[in-house]
């Protein structure tokens, strides 16, 4: 029996990905999905798609779908993104975890594409991301460039037939083609007892060594009960359940955990790191994550703002470019970083300080209305835009930290009563005024 690969085209319809000057990744990925698929068929791979034309489904959709087709490899073709416009390229694929035949895969079809010219980002873990998570195959996410790099996107055009041949190389080398053995798992029985008590032993050395015994089917059968619902008299109403799962040393990558994270749409992972440095609530805002966000975005939009999600997004995006950086940090220093990376890493403090810490015994902290966290966002990217620009300018990041306007938006939570939210409308102006007098000192 022949292989089988879902090819996915992120995105799609109404979710157009990223967009540059009118260039939108879902159309990038579609074409580069569809040439990717042609050749591995002539390799005598089967290929199924989630999508062959302009339509949109939602990443949990898609990897549904891939499980029920029964496949044994997921692979979605993306192209990459990055705050500002020219300052990043390269390829990079994305896999739950750093393990297993997708590993392999990953690293091969990243080596394919270097050789192809693009710069190699290396293969990373997102353990976040649906179509990575829920999907029973390995699978993989590959970045073609980024869609607002001119160099990028010049490569991803003169040699397109190149990227898609260096990326089906890059899964047939993987693949032993004249014998491919699926990366599967197996059920194993190791005792057969007639006496229960023997079987119940058996089975309580088995758990404490960490091999979950009927764990799977157990967990969904807890978790598949939330939903919506029929009461007695006839009324509509949801069930929504909570768990909590307590790994010994945070190990996340213990069984309980790892089957529990198949079955849920929302996971707050806690961080003992955070918790020492009196960050509360101590949830991680890049181990965690929630499925609700395309189901909610309508709300948003309707009730906070049509902005919500893309300043959401935007805020998530800088969060995981300071985790990136602070990995150089930590190797060599802060000060060798540029001004631009620097900045990068001041507004994620004033994000993490200002916006996700919370102090519950104060009376303005301890509950914020949409409206407020909406605003709060709005003058935190406003910071960022004012600052970034006067860095173009080659305005040094000591310069601007003089000025004490990041510590005077960090502390806005605290500053501006929920019952004043008009105070907010001033912090652009001190921001303004900010911009005016380091130009005024400095130009």
């Not at 999508?51 to 891939?66: G, H, N, S």
């Not at 990136?324 to 890493?345: H, N, R, T």
Request: hydrophobic share 40%.
């Amino acid at each position: 029996m022949a292989y089988s690969i879902i090819l996915d085209a992120g995105h799609g319809g109404s979710d157009p990905g990223a967009v540059y000057n009118g260039r939108q990744e879902k159309d990038d990925a579609l074409r580069l999905a569809l040439a990717v698929g042609e050749i591995l068929q002539n390799h005598g791979i089967d290929v199924e798609y989630t999508r062959t034309t302009d339509v949109f489904e939602t990443p949990l959709q898609k990897a549904m779908e891939a499980n029920q087709s029964g496949a044994d490899l997921f692979l979605s073709i993306h192209r990459n993104s990055f705050p500002t416009d020219n300052e990043v390229s390269g390829v990079e694929t994305l896999i739950y975890d750093l393990s297993g035949l997708k590993y392999q895969m990953a690293q091969d079809i990243n080596d394919q594409l270097e050789a192809v010219g693009f710069v190699n980002l290396g293969v990373k873990e997102r353990p976040n991301l649906v179509v990575l998570r829920r999907t029973n195959m390995p699978a993989l996410l590959v970045e073609a460039g980024f869609i607002n790099s001119e160099v990028d996107n010049q490569l991803f055009d003169e040699n397109f037939q190149d990227i898609a041949q260096a990326i089906a190389a890059g899964v047939l080398d993987t693949l032993d083609s004249q014998g491919i053995v699926k990366d599967e798992d197996y059920r194993v029985q190791v005792g057969a007892f007639r006496n229960r008590r023997y079987a119940e032993r058996l089975l309580n050395e088995l758990l404490e060594e960490g091999f979950p015994a009927y764990l799977a089917s157990r967990l969904s059968a807890f978790y598949e009960r939330a939903g919506m619902m029929q009461t007695l008299n006839g009324e509509t109403g949801s069930v929504s359940i909570i768990g909590a799962v307590s790994p010994q040393g945070g190990d996340f990558s213990e069984p309980v955990t790892q089957n529990t994270k198949r079955f849920v749409r929302c996971f707050w992972g806690l961080d003992k790191s955070l918790a020492y440095s009196r960050h509360f609530p101590a949830i991680h805002w890049l181990s965690s994550y929630s499925e609700y966000l395309n189901d909610l975005s309508g709300w948003y939009a309707d009730h906070v703002s049509p902005k919500f999600v893309d300043y959401r997004n935007r805020m998530m995006a800088l969060l995981n470019q300071e985790s990136s950086l602070m990995e150089i940090v930590k190797l060599i220093g802060g000060d060798v970083l540029p001004d631009d990376q620097k900045l990068v890493l001041e507004i994620a403090k004033v994000i993490r300080l200002g916006f996700l810490q919370q102090n519950a015994f104060h009376k303005d902290d301890t509950c914020v209305s949409m409206e407020k966290q909406f605003k709060m966002m709005d003058v935190i990217l406003y910071l960022y835009k004012t600052a970034r620009n006067l860095v173009a300018m080659g305005q040094p990041m000591s310069v601007l930290k003089a000025e004490g306007i990041f510590e005077k938006v960090i502390a806005i939570k605290y500053d501006v009563a929920n019952d004043n939210l008009q105070l907010l409308d001033l912090y652009k102006k001190d921001i303004d005024d900010f911009y005016n007098r380091v130009i005024a000192k400095n130009a």
